[in-house]
């Protein structure tokens, strides 16, 4: 299957010159602080897979055009310099499809590539989620009016329409609707068959519409129900489109237009405490907090995603500061979603949050899905003659990077590096709750490198009791946080601190960090641990866990058990299956030696842990805890 390859925006939006972006036929997780042009990728990828659908060139080409009031040129290019927007496509051979809209070049239109990754695919962000709900509290939520702007170029009816003369059109929602909207002009009779073939299509254009949102409804309320785990019920209310009805003033004249549908968004409260008259929700956004309403917005948007799948055409899914409204748990399910179930989509994750693109990265890592994700990161900067434009790094190694200013005798860009390096490698081998701090009604933020110092001390001390290869850490953060403070960047003393850290890093990259069991909700996670007491019985103990099972892996590549509290539940003898209750809480190091003295084993060497933990499946087989 295609995927893009490479994004090329020349003299586009915010990008001057011509810059590529490499994809590499992956998902791409981007991160772009605001006015470094993260948007201009956005709206290049919008604008390239909309070029399909503008029957008249020109609306397409005014965006390359400078002579033009609404176009797209970067306002520093020099004069003729060409604007366009270039995507490579690339299929498992390694097959190269290149597609580009510019003035003077339209090829999207040849072959159905692009046509097909249209209607495969979706562009979602903050404000087009909003928009779902962004109703005062005198209306009604009425979704046609965002189909219409947003939506409707996406979907594909099961029916073509037909033109007066007979002429089968395409399956197309926005086709259909441009055709029926301007109404007919001039009006023939009624009894006329041109009038009696437009009215024909308006009842077909109903009759779709209403079998596509009872489609999208059931499977939102699905996310709803099942993956937001939300109270709520969604009922979309359809009023038909119509031709030509009659006037409101209760008269019998005609009214000679088109009136557009009405898709009336309610929301069935499903509490058992509310009687029935009670449950329903008719202004939503008046009763509902914004977090409560963006997961709505999102099934809604995800059930069209999935009614429009074609298996065969490349699937593109750009998600922009998507999350901003959603609180923790429910940015967890979102990320949940994208990653695993959206898996046949190339998904472009654009962020300006930082601390959200750091547990972004983070849950990249935990899913072990790295190989099938890049991550970019996008900065303003200026050319030296002052002109703005985004720089896009390599994803090489800060560490490297700074090995090479050590080298130039740049110090401080040196320490910079460092720093950045030091960070990085702290968040990929502590867990979320040490890297983030959350607040109740603030943004969540990225902890300073100070405390991501001293939550790392405490978090290695719980898989290993030597600290000693990097104590020094602590001793050089004040040079990593702020070397142009130091008076003696030039002397050899300065560099030698350098030279330190960077052997510090060097043992720190050997760590590694991996969830193993996910204590979430109120599911119960157990496991089981096996013992043979002195006499040769076999033992296997139940065990609830009551904090998350972690494992990390120490500089003497042995991968070492964090010690949760835990509940043992019960034992049982393998010989005769005899369970013996215990219901004891201790932690899962404690309540082992316990064992091993209970069973007259304290005494003999001490296999470890990990090698007698195991999982039991659905059909009561124990599988070993693999790391």
């Not at 909309?50 to 965006?63: G, I, L, M, N, P």
């Not at 399956?171 to 009215?199: C, T, V």
């Not at 209760?250 to 898709?263: D, K, M």
């Not at 996008?378 to 090479?404: R, W």
């Amino acid at each position: 299957m295609h995927k893009i390859s490479k994004l090329t925006l020349k003299n586009f939006k915010f990008f001057h010159g011509d810059i590529p972006i490499n994809f590499e036929r992956k998902n791409v997780l981007l991160y772009g602080e605001n006015g470094s042009g993260k948007s201009s990728v956005y709206w290049g990828l919008y604008t390239f897979l909309q070029s399909v659908f503008k029957t008249d060139e020109a609306q397409v080409r005014k965006y390359f055009d400078v002579r033009h009031e609404q176009n797209l040129v970067n306002r520093f290019a020099r004069e003729n310099a060409e604007s366009a927007i270039v995507v490579e496509f690339e299929d498992e051979s390694q097959s190269v499809t290149k597609k580009q809209i510019s003035l003077r070049t339209i090829n999207t239109k040849v072959g159905g590539l692009i046509i097909n990754c249209n209607q495969s695919s979706d562009f979602l962000n903050y404000k087009l989620l909003s928009k779902l709900y962004d109703f005062s509290n005198k209306s009604q939520i009425d979704l046609f009016p965002i189909f219409e702007r947003d939506i409707l170029m996406f979907i594909n009816f099961d029916l073509e329409y037909r033109l007066i003369d007979g002429t089968v059109q395409n399956k197309n929602a926005d086709s259909w609707w441009q055709y029926l909207k301007p109404g007919m002009n001039p009006r023939p009779r009624m009894h006329d068959p041109e009038y009696r073939i437009f009215s024909e299509n308006i009842n077909n254009f109903n009759r779709e519409f209403k079998k596509y949102l009872f489609k999208i409804i059931e499977t939102a309320n699905d996310y709803v129900q099942k993956d937001f785990k939300q109270p709520f019920k969604l009922k979309l209310d359809y009023k038909d489109c119509t031709y030509d009805d009659f006037k409101n003033d209760g008269s019998t004249a005609r009214n000679h237009i088109t009136v557009a549908p009405q898709i009336t968004l309610t929301v069935e409260f499903l509490h058992e405490k509310l009687v029935e008259t009670k449950k329903d929700i008719l202004r939503p956004q008046t009763f509902l907090n914004e977090a409560r309403l963006t997961t709505i917005a999102l099934s809604l948007r995800f059930a069209m995603l999935d009614e429009k799948y074609i298996e065969i055409a490349p699937k593109l899914l750009v998600l922009d500061d998507l999350l901003i409204s959603l609180d923790m748990s429910n940015r967890d399910i979102v990320l949940e979603l994208i990653i695993n179930k959206f898996k046949k989509y190339q998904i472009i994750m654009m962020t300006h949050d930082r601390a959200f693109f750091n547990l972004m990265k983070k849950r990249i890592e935990i899913d072990k899905c790295s190989e099938d994700w890049i991550t970019k990161e996008i900065y303003h900067s200026e050319t030296d003659s002052g002109i703005p434009y985004p720089f896009i790094p390599d994803n090489k190694d800060y560490l490297d990077q700074a090995e090479k200013y050590l080298k130039e005798f740049d110090y401080p860009a040196c320490a910079n590096y460092l720093r950045k390096e030091t960070e990085r490698l702290l968040k990929r081998i502590l867990p979320s709750n040490k890297i983030l701090e959350v607040r109740e009604d603030e943004p969540t933020r990225a902890l300073q490198l100070d405390t991501l110092i001293d939550n790392f001390k405490s978090h290695f001390l719980q898989f290993d009791s030597d600290f000693t290869p990097f104590k020094k850490l602590k001793e050089h953060k004040d040079l990593l946080l702020n070397p142009l403070s130091h008076d003696n960047i030039d002397s050899p003393i300065y560099k030698q601190e350098l030279v330190d850290i960077i052997a510090i890093l060097k043992k720190l990259k050997l760590l590694e960090y991996k969830q193993i069991i996910n204590i979430t909700g109120a599911v119960e996670n157990f496991i089981y641990l096996t013992e043979t007491a002195a006499d040769g019985e076999l033992w296997r103990y139940k065990i609830q866990l009551k904090e998350n099972l972690r494992a990390f892996k120490r500089l003497d590549g042995i991968w070492a058990l964090n010690n949760p509290e835990c509940v043992f539940v019960k034992r049982r003898k393998e010989s005769d299956q005899t369970i013996e209750d215990l219901n004891r809480n201790a932690k899962l190091n404690h309540g082992h030696n316990n064992i091993r003295h209970r069973l007259g084993i304290a005494d003999t060497p001490k296999v470890d842990i990990i090698n007698n933990l195991s999982l039991k499946s659905a059909e009561n087989e124990y599988s070993p805890i693999v790391i």
